[in-house]
């Protein structure tokens, strides 16, 4: 049996106040699906979580703002852990992204226990 490790994916995007028509949600949430549908039917699905818009952000002087964090004009916008034998091959997987489709971008990396 082949070892394999835990890779995490984190997906961007730059938000916009343009709202997507119910005909683009559809679409993005059948892409999402499929996505998602055919790690999990490989057997390597952990979990994968879909961040919401509200939050808060604590910095190191313990100051508290509203809202979450961008940086180059992008936010987190959720993250999949899944299972791979390599980096390589959780990047080809990362590679089917429905993020990329969006303008955004996808970075994988390795889990270490805590």
Request: glycine share 8%; hydrophobic share 40%; net charge negative.
């Amino acid at each position: 049996m082949t070892q394999t490790k835990e890779f995490m994916l984190l997906f961007r995007f730059e938000p916009s106040n343009e709202q997507p028509t119910p005909e683009q949600l559809q679409e993005m949430a059948k892409q999402w699906g499929e996505f998602i549908g055919k790690i999990a039917m490989q057997g390597k699905l952990v979990s994968t979580y879909q961040l919401g818009f509200e939050g808060k952000c604590i910095s190191a002087d313990n100051s508290i703002q509203d809202g979450f964090h961008i940086a180059n004009k992008q936010m987190v916008a959720g993250n999949m852990v899944l299972k791979a034998e390599s980096l390589e091959v959780a990047t080809e997987l990362a590679k089917k992204c429905p993020i990329l489709l969006m303008g955004g971008n996808v970075e994988v990396r390795s889990i270490n226990p805590m």
